[in-house]
C-alpha cells in the first residue's frame, strides 16, 4: 500500500483529484517527493512521522494541513491518547494558544470520524 | 530517574545550576511544569517525545535549546538514525534551510559525544 | 476575583465548560498554569499583561485566541486607543499585513462589544 | 497611477475605504508608507515586487493579505504562470503545508477574477 | 528628547553611524517612520511600548534587535522584574524555548550594564 | 550549466563536500529536488527566483541559508540596488527587525566579495 494510501485512507482519491485540479506539478511533488519518497523512507515509523507532522503543522499554524494529518495519524495506528499527548506537548514548545486550537481541531476530525454518514463506520 | 535526568544525562546538574542563576522562576517552571509534569506524563514514550520537541524546535530555528533535545534524544534511546529521519522529514513541512541548519546542528552534537574529552566516553 | 474572571468575563462558564469538552488536561494547565500561575503574578498590572497577550497573538497569527486578549484587554481596563496603539505599533515588528489582519478582528470585537444583545450593556 | 490604484485595480476605492473605517492611521500608514514610499520605490519593478510580497504572505500564512497581492500580481502583469512558480517555489523554502495553501487560494483568485459579474470583464 | 535618544541612550550615535552606514534608506526610514512617527505616538507610555517590543522580538527570535530593546525598557524605567515578568509570559503564548533564550539575553545585558568599563557608570 | 553552478559559483565544490558530509540524503535531496528540478524550472527567470529566495529567507531569519541566497542573486545577474530593494520591502511585510537583520548581512557579503583573498577578483 501506498503511503498516501495509508494517510488519506477513503478520502485518497477525493484529495488526489482536488490536488490534481489545483496544480498538476505541486501535487506530483507532494505525491511523489513528500510522501512516496521522504515519508515513505524505512528507519521512522509512519505512526511517529505523523506525529512529528502534526507537531510541525501545529507550529505553521495550517489548519486544513493539520486536519488532514491529524486524521492520517489515527489511520496509520496512532490512538487518540497519542495524538492528544503530542497536541498536549506542543503547548510547551510553540505556546498554549497554538496548541489549544489544534485539540479544538482534533475534537472537530474525532467527532467527524464517529459520524457514520461520513463512510468510515 | 526523573525526566530531567534522563533527558539531560550527566549535563543535568550544570544545566539546572544556570538555569537557575538566569531565572529562579522561570527554572522552576521549566523543571516543575516543562519536564516533571507534561513530558513526564504516561501516553507517549519519551524518546517519541524528544523527537516531537526536536520537530518543534527546528520550527521555532532555535539552535541551543535544539542541540539539548537533539543531544536528549540520543540519551533516551533513539538512534541516529531515527534523528536524522526526524530532521530530513521536517523539510517537508518546514522548509529546506531549516531542515539543513537542523542537520548541521546534528553533525555537531554527534562529534561532541565522541570526543572522550567530553567525559562521556 | 481569579485572573481568568477578570479577563473573561461573563463568558468565563461557558469558556471553562468549552476548554474541560476539548480536553480535561489541557483545560487544568491553561487554568492553573496559564493564567492562575502565571498570568496572576505580581510584577506587572493585567492590563499590560493583556497588551503583551495581543502582541503575542498578533505574531503568532491565531485569530480565535487573539479575539480572547483584545476582550480581556478591554475588560481589564484598557482603553480602546491603548489597543489601537498596541497593534498600531506591532506593524513595526512584525509587518503590516498581521497588524491589519488584528485591526480588523478588532473592529468587530469592538462591534459585537456594542452590541445590547450581547448582554454586556 | 498610484502604486495602489495599479495593484489594487477596480477595488481601489473599497478597499481604500474599508481600510480607513478599519483604523484611520492605519490606512494612513499603508497608504502613504508601504505603498506610495517604499512600494513606489524605483529599483525593482511592481511585478518583482509583488512577487516578493506573495511570498512573504505565504510565509506570514495570513490567506486575505494574501488573496490581495495573488490578484494584484496579476494585475501589475505577472501571468500566472509566473504566480503558479512562485507558489511552487515557496514549498522548498517555507514547507509544502503553506504553498499547498497557497496554491488553492490561488485557484479561488482565478475563479474569482474569471466569472463575469465580478465586473472585470 | 527625541525617541530614539530615550531607547538607545548613550548608544545613540553609534547605533546611527552603523545604520547609515549599512543602509541610508532603510536608516531613514527605522529613524523617521519606526522611532519618531510610530514609538512616539502618544496613547501608550514608552515604558509600555519597549514591553510590547520585547515581545514581538522574542516571538520573531532576532537576538540583536532583542537585545536593543531589552536595554531600551531599562532605559525608559522599566524595572528588571518588569522585564523578567515580561519574559516570563511570552513562555504562555510563544513557548519555553523562545522565553528561555530571553532570559539568557537578558541575563548578559543586565551583567553589561552593570560594568562600569561600558562606560555608563 | 547546472542551476547549483550558477548559484554557488566558485564555493559550489565546497558547499557539495561540506552538505554531503552532513547528510548523504539531504544532500541529494537539496540538490537533485531543490536546485536541479523545482529552481532550475522554466517559467521564472533565477534572478526572480534568487530574490524569491532572499525574501523567504528573511521570513525565516535563517542567516547562513539568507548568506548563500544574498551572494547568489549576485551571481545569478542581480544588480546591489535590487537586491537592497528586495530587502527593504520586507520590512512592509516581515517587520523592521528582520530586515535590519539582513540588510547588515547583506552588508557584510558584499565586503566578503570586495575582499580579493576571497579569490573573486
Known sequence: M???????GEKAEAIE?????????LFRYIRDFAYEEVLARPGL??????LLAITAL??????KELATHLEGALR?????REVRET???????LGFPRALAAMKLFQ????????????EG
Open 108 to 119: 472537530k476530525v474525532l467527532k467527524g470520524r464517529g459520524a457514520p454518514h461520513e463512510g
Open 2 to 8: 501506498s503511503v498516501r494510501a495509508a494517510i488519506w
Open 58 to 63: 501545529i507550529a505553521l499554524g495550517s489548519p
Open 45 to 50: 515509523d509512519l505512526k511517529t512521522r505523523e
Open 76 to 80: 496509520v495506528g496512532a490512538t487518540e
Open 87 to 93: 497536541i498536549l506537548q506542543s503547548a510547551l514548545f
Open 17 to 25: 483529484e482536488s490536488l490534481k485540479a489545483v496544480d498538476e506539478d
